[in-house]
């Protein structure tokens, strides 16, 4: 609900979360495959320089959905304890007593962002693991 007012006010951090969302999926592709190219390139070329480069793109694209999904949070803040909580409460839509489970829920469903941003912290610290072997 809380998106759906974002939408229709044409709330500008929505429509850029939703367009980093789309390049970020790409970008971390591409370093996923830059990540597996750097030890065959560095082989068949013979240039660390060049391979060290790749694993350095590949690290920073990578780290795309670690910063998308820290801009996000305060898009989902906003969504959840700007509209969408005080629009159930004033609409009478939940009891007083229910409203704190409500704000601990939406807190919860926020938070799942920063999940998904250590998430894919350890992706990263993952790769690197795998690349030093």
């Not at 590949?58 to 305060?74: C, E, I, K, Q, R």
Request: with cysteine; charged share 15%.
């Amino acid at each position: 609900m809380g998106h759906a007012l974002q939408d229709k006010l044409g709330y500008q951090p929505l429509h850029i979360r939703t367009q980093l969302v789309g390049i970020a999926s790409k970008i971390e592709r591409i370093g996923a495959g830059l990540m597996i190219a750097v030890p065959l390139v560095t082989a068949i070329f013979r240039l660390p320089a060049a391979g060290l480069l790749m694993f350095l793109a590949g690290l920073a694209s990578l780290g795309t959905p670690v910063f998308v999904h820290l801009l996000t949070l305060p898009v989902e803040w906003d969504a959840s304890f700007r509209r969408a909580l005080p629009l159930l409460e004033a609409g009478g839509y939940l009891e007083k007593k229910d409203l704190r489970v409500a704000r601990r829920i939406l807190t919860a469903c926020a938070l799942t962002y920063v999940a998904s941003s250590l998430a894919a912290l350890l992706n990263l610290a993952r790769w690197i693991a795998l690349l030093r072997r």
